[in-house]
């Protein structure tokens, strides 16, 4: 089978600090001329702008029908990746063939139209991927429906929220049948439920035979829907093959010897200007690990910088099985406010925090889990978050089977405390 997607020696070359000459009056082109009349030799003898490689040979294939995922630290080229093969910008060295309609979902906004209502940005990107009205017409009130957009779509999209954007923009892509269906991490905008259904649908894209390239952080998702993953870094492509073996060399890689999350230099870790998160850990018995005894405690350390004085901050994580639904979430808020000297709602001094959070042992089941681990600040704003996998597997010692050895149901397993009385000697019903 012919590839539907072929990327062959890509490289795309970036100028740093190169900046856009603004429009001038003619008074001023003429003046500028007569100080210096020869300006292509003065720029020539001047130093040369530094460049940097947002992507450098990279080569791979993708077939049709397949989901393509593609992970990497912020900075690794995936958007450029994404934008070149979406014809937005072009390689300067290199090749990319793509034999099918493409439809992206790049950025929030892409394609659209401020002033225009969401009913007429269906139209204008629908027209933009080669769609005929008839085409749209049909599958106008399935976009519409999809996106949870009804009352407000014929609103001028100036007026949409990030959310809104990306409900209409990723309904558009993904309703309008592209052979080729382009998306960045985009979807982390929307609301959990919407994620999810973006997803299922992508699912439901690919199984109808069309190519599907995703771009995430997410690796809880990438695994989940994606047969195969690419991993970029500082622009080349370290490597390709199953989503299994890929992640987990990813995830292994960003570890230091103790096996946490490590990012030593506070400009590459992740976050803002605000925090920055140094490492994280998630450890058992004083070991940090991914295999844990179900009736051992797990404890989840994280290290952050606070780069701003007076900053309020609520550090926490997230626990999702392996299909995404949620099963607990927990910040420092309530023990740091029942505790006389913690940091709940107190504005802190710039410097590095260490904070710890402890799930008992005996409580999750014997399954596996993904954690997502951030800082957000008193608005409940992220501030910084580490959405690499953590996965956590807890498996059964055979304490708790020996009386009992069916299934347990749920994603939690609690040890909870039973009694049971002998109340009477006779089986008769009270009162015979």
Not at 70 to 87: D, W
Not at 387 to 396: K, P, Q, S
Not at 416 to 422: M, V
């Amino acid at each position: 089978m012919k590839p539907i997607i072929q990327v062959r020696g890509l490289s795309k070359r970036y100028r740093i600090g190169a900046q856009r000459a603004r429009y001038g009056s003619l008074r001023e082109s003429l003046t500028t001329w007569a100080r210096q009349p020869f300006p292509a030799l003065g720029r020539k003898r001047g130093l040369r702008q530094p460049t940097i490689w947002a992507l450098k040979d990279v080569t791979f294939d993708v077939m049709p029908g397949e989901v393509l995922g593609v992970i990497g630290r912020n900075g690794a080229g995936k958007s450029t990746l994404l934008k070149v093969l979406s014809r937005i910008t072009e390689p300067t060295e290199g090749e990319v063939d793509l034999f099918g309609r493409v439809g992206s979902l790049l950025e929030v906004g892409t394609g659209f139209h401020p002033e225009l209502t969401g009913r007429e940005n269906i139209f204008l990107n629908g027209a933009v991927l080669g769609m005929r009205r008839a085409e749209i017409d049909r599958k106008f009130d399935e976009i519409v429906a999809f996106a949870e957009m009804e009352r407000f779509i014929d609103t001028p999209v100036k007026h949409y929220s990030s959310g809104m954007y990306v409900r209409l923009a990723f309904s558009v892509a993904a309703h309008l049948e592209p052979e080729i269906l382009l998306v960045d991490e985009v979807l982390a905008v929307g609301d959990y439920e919407f994620q999810k259904k973006c997803l299922g649908k992508m699912q439901q894209v690919s199984q109808s035979n069309r190519t599907v390239m995703f771009v995430s952080h997410n690796l809880g998702s990438i695994s989940n829907l994606c047969s195969r993953v690419v991993w970029l870094d500082e622009g080349k492509l370290v490597a390709q093959g199953t989503a299994d073996e890929v992640i987990s060399n990813y995830v292994r890689s960003r570890r230091d010897e103790s096996g946490a999350l490590c990012w030593p230099d506070i400009a590459t870790a992740p976050g803002n200007e605000n925090v920055r998160i140094r490492s994280v850990a998630v450890s058992s018995g004083g070991v940090v690990t991914t295999q844990v005894p179900i009736d051992r405690p797990i404890t989840i350390e994280v290290e952050y910088w606070n780069l701003k004085e007076g900053n309020v901050l609520v550090c926490g994580f997230e626990l999702k099985d392996k299909t995404n639904n949620y099963v607990l979430a927990s910040n420092d808020r309530a023990s740091a406010n029942a505790s006389p000297d913690g940091w709940f709602g107190r504005p802190r001094p710039r410097g590095l925090y260490r904070t710890r959070c402890v799930i008992p042992a005996n409580l999750l089941n014997n399954l596996h889990y993904t954690i997502d681990i951030g800082v957000v600040n008193n608005r409940n704003e992220w501030q910084a978050k580490v959405i690499d996998r953590f996965d956590l597997a807890v498996f059964e010692t055979g304490e708790m089977t020996r009386e009992y050895s069916g299934i347990w149901f749920g994603v939690v397993r609690p040890k909870l405390a039973w009694t049971t009385e002998h109340v009477t000697d006779t089986t008769e019903p009270h009162g015979a």
